[in-house]
Structure formats: structure tokens, C-alpha cells
């Protein structure tokens, strides 16, 4: 499985790519008026309004910072759980996308101390414990989030 790895606030995190559409550099988005501060504006990709969300401001109340390691990776999200005809662009703005982990095909994360939380070994990425990113599960967790965006 391909992950590409990226920071929130000093953390580690990782995502699958088959989640990924496409990862495109910083854009300056369109402000969206009435809106939570993590969620930064809208983007156009490909004719396509896409809603953009902070991750670094939405976990720990501090904006991603403007580098060029900062970037936005758009994901297909369904609008409705368990459909997956119905997708939605939704653009996740992070730090340091840099990096990508190929992990063997029968790989799975593990769960960490922390409730809910899976992990990606240091054996696996060469840095230290990573954090696995769902952001399905993320999204759900945050229905505030989900009513925004979709």
C-alpha cells in the first residue's frame, strides 16, 4: 500500500493513496463568509468548487504554515456513508508533504494506547511512530466538520 506521509502541528500522520485524488501545491482559496476559521475557502479544480480544510488549524488551533512543503491533497469523500457513487472533493490542507511509504501488501495499522488511534511502525516508515489518517473516520468524528463541507 502507498501512504503519503504529512505533519499536523508536530505529528506525524499518514494516508493511503487510493484515498487520494490528486495532491496540488498551496492555493490562495476563495474565503467562504460564515464559516469555522479551519475551514479556509474554496479552491477550483477542474471546474470543480472544492471546500478546503486546515487540518493544522482544525487539530491544534494554529494555521498551516505558507511552505512549500505545504500542500492541499484532495480526497474523494461520499456524501453518504456507504455509497460510493455519490463522491465529494474535499481539499485537507497540511504540512510537509514530502514523502511516501510503500508498506508490504498484507500490512495493517495498529492500535495504539490511545482509544481509536492506529499506528504505523518505525519499521515500516523509518521515522518514528506515525500516526494513521482516516479521514472518513476523521469526518465522522466531527459532524460540525461534515455539515460544513458537504
Known amino acids: 500500500m502507498l501512504l503519503i506521509l504529512f505533519e499536523i502541528g508536530k505529528e506525524l500522520y499518514a494516508l493511503a493513496g487510493r484515498q ?13 463568509p460564515s464559516h469555522p476559521n479551519y475551514v479556509i475557502g474554496l479552491i477550483n479544480y477542474r471546474g470543480i468548487h472544492v471546500p478546503v480544510v486546515d487540518l493544522c488549524s482544525f487539530i491544534t488551533n494554529e494555521p498551516c504554515r505558507q511552505r512549500l512543503s505545504s500542500r492541499i491533497i484532495l480526497i474523494n469523500y461520499p456524501e453518504h456513508p456507504h455509497k460510493s457513487e455519490n ?9 510537509n508533504i514530502t514523502e511516501t511509504v510503500i508498506t508490504p501488501a498484507s500490512w495493517q495499522p495498529v492500535e495504539g494506547k490511545n482509544k481509536g488511534k492506529q499506528y504505523i511502525p518505525p519499521e515500516i516508515t523509518g521515522h518514528k511512530m506515525v500516526q494513521w489518517f482516516d479521514p472518513y473516520q476523521f469526518l465522522s468524528e466531527h459532524a ?5 463541507l458537504l
Open 20 to 32: 487520494i485524488v490528486e495532491v496540488v501545491p498551496y492555493l490562495l482559496p476563495q474565503k467562504m
Open 87 to 95: 463522491n465529494k472533493i474535499i481539499g485537507l490542507l497540511a504540512e
Open 144 to 148: 460540525s466538520l461534515t455539515d460544513v
